[in-house]
């Protein structure tokens, strides 16, 4: 298995906090850049954040001073720290990561198969 598992969604007020954690498998041989995607109802999948593994980070320009990504190499894991909530940030929250199974394999995208976050008015 080696498709992420998220966990952390839920329904929350505006103004409120979410913590979104991602699990990637620890069979992979090589993890590169992760990241947070989400999907709105009627709308196509948009970057939320992503992460380096040296830590670098890239965030949405509706996010930034809002969320904060974080990831924890040794345990293979990336946090999506969600404050100050909008009704808009609503959507279905994926998990993703770029990888290589093996030493000669080529890198491939992983997706997880989501997680819902309803921020309510």
């Known amino acids: 298995q080696v498709q992420p598992v998220e966990s952390g969604g839920g329904l929350v007020q505006a103004g409120g906090s979410l913590r979104l954690s991602c699990a990637a498998s620890?069979?992979?041989?090589?993890?590169?850049?992760m990241g947070w995607y989400r999907q709105a109802p009627g709308k196509q999948r948009e970057l939320v954040a992503t992460?380096?593994?040296?830590?670098?980070?890239t965030y949405a320009d509706s996010v930034k001073g809002r969320f904060t990504i974080s990831r924890d190499n040794a345990k293979n894991t990336v946090d999506l720290q969600m404050n100050s909530l909008k009704p808009e940030d609503t959507a279905v929250y994926y998990c993703n990561y770029r990888g290589k199974r093996w030493l000669g394999e080529n890198e491939a995208d992983y997706w997880g198969r989501g997680t819902q976050v309803t921020v309510s008015s």
């Open positions: 620890a069979r992979m041989f090589r993890i590169g850049d």
């Open positions: 992460i380096t593994s040296a830590g670098s980070t």
